[in-house]
């Protein structure tokens, strides 16, 4: 029988690069596939615009399995999640640059639509003001406003990738490892603890990786933040400093102080899932004896265990959610307060640059460094429960199982 072959039309370089630029603004691609095809309604897959190769969760999870392989012949120890890193290095590089020019690029254009504003007041009240030097900021904002955009598209872009990515590869390297355990190793693994890690653990780290740059490019943030506004207000930026600090220092300690919390939910849920699970499987017996009101108040207990568990990370997180999100306006506000009552004069571009570059700061430096030490906390605890796994015993290899002789047995008795 003779090959079926399918034919793929290879894109044009004015169509590979008029689909990027697609990408970034999250334009309908396929109507613009339409409209550049020379046959209208012929749309190939090579046309839908794919800026990063398609992710590859083979070599990742050989990668980690060579990493591996390299730690266990040599003394020096190293965390499953260190071995992940080292995979995913060149994909967090990329992110941290792109995260450090994307802020930058919004305080630009926070500085451009600050002069702007501070021009149109001026022209509003009949004062004269600088037409060419209002025409290279408007300018300027239109180029900067581009740039945020296309970068922010390319931050969710390398977070999702980054998040599913790392999902995936620590997946299918556990479903390896999984299969490689030996039957005497089998009773050192707890179900339930498996079925919670692919279920509930691998799951929160899609969104999580985006948050890291983020967080560990937050003292520049904050170092560019009080510079700019330190030009603006002066000493009483200082307020503003004090304030951000000080809802970073409280959402790095209430990170820390959900860790517990969140270890003894993951204990919880690991018993309920197990006992769940066995309860399924001798459903039969179970029936047999009558046995399903007092295995069901079992259950029942661990449920309530884990909602009260739940509530309570659930308090913590909305306590740090109100201080990432109010701090910035407070800032603000006690920074002006201040600064008018010591004699100081506010003008548009003041207030609105000063306003903007707090909101910076609220997303970029406290929401992102709270939500990046959430990742980590749970990241490490993930770390932890892989750890448990991998060391099971593997099942034994080939030249081990050909040199192992049955104790009490010799070669003439065999």
Partial sequence: MGEIR?????????????????????????????FINKKPGQINYDEVPL???????ESKVHEISQQR??????????????TCIKAYKLDFIASIVNVFVLVNCHILCSICLGKIMNAVTDITLGIETDK???????????????????????????????????????????????????????QEINIGKVINLFANDVN???????????MLLAPYNVLLCSYLLWSYFGV??????????????????????????????????????KYTTEFIENIRLIKLYAWEKPLRAIITNLRDKEVVLLKKLGDIDSIARVFSESASY??????????????????????????????????????????????VVGTRLTNQRV????????????????????????????
């Fill in 51 to 57: 800026p990063y190769e398609p992710f590859n969760v």
């Fill in 330 to 375: 407070i800032a603000i506000l006690i920074m002006s307060i201040a600064y008018v009552y010591s004699g100081g004069v506010l003008t548009p571009e003041k207030i609105y640059t000063s306003f903007m570059i707090l909101a910076i700061a609220r997303f970029w430096i406290i929401f992102c460094f709270h939500m990046g030490r959430m990742f």
């Fill in 236 to 273: 009483f930026s200082l307020i503003s400093l004090a304030i951000l600090l000080g809802s970073l220092f409280v959402g790095t300690y209430l990170s820390n102080l959900s860790e517990q919390p969140r270890k003894e939910k993951n204990l919880v849920t690991d018993q309920r899932i």
């Fill in 6 to 34: 399918v034919h793929h039309a290879s894109p044009s370089k004015f169509q590979k690069i008029t689909s990027k630029l697609v990408y970034f603004f999250f334009v309908d691609t396929f109507w613009l596939a339409r």
């Fill in 204 to 214: 929160d780290l899609d969104g999580g990786p985006g948050f890291v740059p983020p």
């Fill in 132 to 186: 060419e030097s209002t025409l290279m900021y408007a300018v300027g904002f239109g180029i900067f406003f581009l740039c945020k955009n296309m970068l922010e598209n390319w931050w969710a872009h390398f977070s999702f990738l980054m998040g599913a990515g790392l999902r995936l590869s620590i997946t299918g390297f556990m479903y390896e490892k999984l299969n490689k355990v030996a039957l005497s190793s089998l």
């Fill in 69 to 82: 392989q390299m730690i266990a012949d040599s003394p020096k120890k190293e965390s499953f999640l260190r």
């Fill in 387 to 414: 750890e448990d796994i991998l060391a099971v015993k593997d099942v034994t290899g080939i030249k081990q199982s050909q040199n192992y002789q049955v104790p009490g047995v010799g070669e003439q008795s065999i």
